[in-house]
């Protein structure tokens, strides 16, 4: 590469050296240094930034997507959602969507991991992964369609067997009760992740060293008392870790409400992410589903901030 | 798609597509075929009974026009909207889509989405004297065209001849008759009525047929404008108060929001209810070689109008559906030409046969002798109504048909009352009205 004139001599020439060291300024050097990284920026800028600010103007405005019409009308988007009594509903489904997942994603998987890993034999092992893993690979629309058939009234498997069992008293139209709705989904959406997050802590516990269990074992601990002061403390990281992304994943939940209720009945299923749908493409609210877009990044954001501030906290205990 | 994906799709959706610019009609419909080039188009074919209709069109027009190329969407009830919503939103519509009318088709009129065609199917052009007057009238705007009807919908009460008979009931002519045949069908052992609610447009189609009876036709109308709508009328309680009993001694109860329209319509065909509220258009789908209920065992009636009401006995709910252009095509004429092709008197045959059986709004597009009897006899229905009531989801404003929605399916599930649905519904309308 030829030298330009603005390189500049950085001193003297060592000793013995017939051409001298060259070096660009602090400044250049670090823009120069920027070449590296700047397609990504520019991506993760366009894709990621641009549309989360871009966002927050469309959620200024109220527009027509016929006619083409914007009309910016301040905060009164965000005064509409505070009153809004269907993001009140959207948002408490959102939180025992975080809450249920917890319990059974987080809590429950690492129960069911911690008992799969004691089994002795390897085969028997991976059998166990792989039957909790098989409902995480199929689609959430045929998942939405199997339990839509389990939770039909009258007919459909839940209500026979709540009525073989002696229970008839308690079968209903699980999806078109607004009591029971969103809970019917919570449970499909259980269903289909426990496997996965399953998984996850098996990785999480088998990277434990051994000799821990030995010692644990040696010092008269039984399987609960070990499960509770090895494999807790040790995969701590992971549970944090996944309290967090559940908690994320509960508030853009979608696809899971939009298969198997569409928000019903009488929007007693909707969560932020359906309902932002409707108002943006049944009901041409386009700003005001931006508004509701941006309580949802303000939420996920708020999630990825405490991941950010647990993972640092961990390492400076670390 | 994740979680993750699917909110950022709906962000990106709902923010750097939105402020689309509304482009002007780019070519004059009137103007000579250019056969070359690629024309997409939207359909609300996307049952798989449907889906072969199209596609057959769009390979019959390739194959006479080989450089032209047909790129179809097709869509079901249920996703069509919210994919036209995007697709307009991104100013991706595709060059030749589908429409309802009233208000639903009116947002593309208003939008200057839809290419004007009044010089092509306007009153006394060729074209336009090929369909029945009143379907190419119900895709007028400000006097002008702006949509090709396809075929004509309306709603019916379809039936199984054999229950009927096993009950001993006949078609009853009143709807306390009707009432009192669902008693005598459920002491006979058998489902009256196979009702699924969990898609809430399935009950507003009782509730629209049943408030044209009730509310008279003047009233209705200025309801169906907010700025004129007041909701008041006394017909609208009594028609809520009509559809309680209905779904209390016909069907399985408030448990009905649970079934979805598809398993109700199913379980007519098996044999396993007496009825289903049913679409002219679903009546192939309901009868078929292959189902228990055959074409022969199925019969229909207009759901029967309330003894003494308001409104106007001999109306029926229904609505003839279509396609319009978009006025941003790039090529307006050939797009016109498709629909020309589509809606020959040959092709309508095809579509209001078995197994489509969508009758055609094209005059003479139905032969009697290959199309289902009960298709042929609920044309002549359509024909003597004396008016038709376009369905509540499309004719109202979004705002106002998303407040029917929920809270009609609210009162179908039992936690709405008459006073909910009408206080939703009235403060939808002036939400909008202001």
């Known amino acids: 590469m030829a030298r330009s004139s603005s390189l500049q001599f950085d001193g003297a020439a060592p000793a013995g050296s017939a051409v001298p060291e060259l070096r660009l300024p602090r400044l250049a050097e670090q823009l120069l240094s920027w070449r590296w990284v700047a397609l990504a920026v520019l991506i993760v800028g366009w894709f990621v930034y641009y549309p989360i600010i871009d966002n927050f103007r469309v959620s200024t405005t109220t527009q027509d997507i ?25 948002l408490f489904n959102n939180l025992a969507y975080a809450v249920l997942s917890i319990v059974f994603q987080v809590f429950g998987a690492f129960v069911l991991a911690s008992i799969i890993e004691d089994i002795a034999s390897h ?28 939770y039909q009234p009258d007919i459909g498997i839940l209500d026979g067997l709540l009525t073989a069992a002696g229970l008839g008293g308690w079968s209903r139209a699980w999806l078109g009760d607004q009591s029971t709705a969103i809970y019917a989904v919570i449970a499909m959406s259980q269903w289909q992740g426990f496997g996965y997050s399953t998984l996850l802590f098996t990785i999480a516990i088998q990277k434990i060293p051994r000799d821990l269990y030995d010692a644990a074992r040696m010092d008269g601990a039984g399987p609960l008392r070990q499960l509770w002061s090895v494999t807790l403390p040790m995969t701590r990281e992971m549970t944090g870790m996944m309290i967090i992304v559940t908690i994320t994943g509960a508030f853009q939940v979608f696809n899971e409400v939009m298969v198997m209720t569409s928000g019903g009945p009488n929007n007693s299923s909707q969560v932020l992410g359906t309902w932002l749908y409707q108002m943006g493409f049944s009901q041409n609210e386009m700003g005001y589903a931006a508004a509701i877009g941006s309580l949802i990044f303000a939420v996920t954001m708020a999630c990825g901030l405490a991941q950010l501030w647990h993972t640092r906290r961990r390492r400076v205990a670390a | 798609m994740t979680r993750k994906t699917t909110i950022a799709a709906l962000l990106a959706a709902g923010t750097a597509l939105a402020p689309a610019m509304v482009p002007a009609q780019a070519a004059d419909p009137a103007a000579e075929v250019d056969y070359s080039g690629t024309l997409t188009i939207l359909t609300k074919f996307g049952m798989q009974r449907l889906q072969p209709y199209f596609t057959d069109l769009a390979a019959q027009y390739e194959e006479m026009h080989p450089d032209v190329s047909i790129e179809l969407i097709q869509e079901d009830d249920d996703s069509i909207k919210g994919k036209t919503s995007t697709l307009v939103a991104s100013n991706s519509i595709p060059d030749i889509f589908f429409s309802w009318t009233g208000t639903w088709g009116g947002n593309f009129v208003r939008g200057n989405r839809a290419a004007d065609l009044t010089a092509v199917i306007g009153p006394d052009t060729d074209w336009g004297r090929t369909f029945a007057p009143a379907a190419v009238d119900a895709f007028v705007y400000n006097g002008r065209n702006y949509g090709i009807p396809l075929y004509l919908d309306a709603k019916f009460m379809g039936y199984s001849k054999p229950i009927f008979d096993a009950a001993g009931v006949g078609v009853p002519a009143t709807f306390g008759e009707l009432l009192s045949a669902c008693d005598a069908i459920k002491a006979a052992g058998y489902l009256p009525v196979s009702f699924g609610n969990k898609e809430p447009w399935a009950g507003l189609h009782y509730l629209g047929q049943l408030l044209a009876y009730n509310v008279p036709r003047d009233v209705l109308e200025a309801d169906f404008d907010p700025a004129t709508a007041t909701y008041d009328d006394p017909g609208y309680a009594a028609a809520l108060e009509q559809f309680a009993a209905f779904e209390d001694r016909c069907t399985i109860g408030p448990d009905v929001n649970g079934v979805s329209y598809q398993t109700a319509i199913q379980q007519l065909s098996d044999g396993k209810s007496a009825m289903y509220y049913q679409e002219i258009i679903e009546f192939d789908s309901a009868a078929r070689p292959d189902t228990a209920l055959t074409a022969d065992q199925f019969g229909f009636f207009a759901l029967p109008a309330p003894a003494d009401a308001a409104g106007d006995p001999m109306a029926l709910e229904g609505a003839p559906e279509g396609y319009m252009i978009s006025s941003a095509s790039d090529n307006i004429p050939l797009a016109i030409d498709f629909m020309k092709f589509a809606t020959s008197p040959g092709h309508a045959r095809t579509l209001s046969a078995p197994p ?55 009162f179908a599930g039992g936690t709405s009352s008459a006073e909910d649905v009408m206080e939703a519904v009235r403060k939808a309308a002036a939400s909008v009205a202001n």
């Open chain 1, 123 to 150: 085969r028997m092992r991976n059998l166990w992964r792989a039957i909790y893993f098989i409902p995480s690979a199929i689609s959430t629309t045929v998942t939405g369609l199997l339990f839509y058939f389990i």
């Open chain 1, 66 to 90: 016929f006619t083409g019409e914007v009309q910016h009308v301040g905060l009164e988007n965000y005064a509409r959602l505070a009153g809004d009594p269907v993001v009140l509903t959207a």
């Open chain 2, 356 to 410: 489509y059986g969508q009758p055609s709004a094209v005059v003479g597009g139905g032969d009697p002798e290959t199309m289902n009897p009960s298709v042929v006899a609920g044309l002549d229905d359509i024909a003597e109504a004396s008016y038709l009531v376009p369905w509540l989801d499309t004719v109202n404003h979004p705002r106002v048909a998303a407040a029917w929605l929920s809270e009609f399916q609210g």
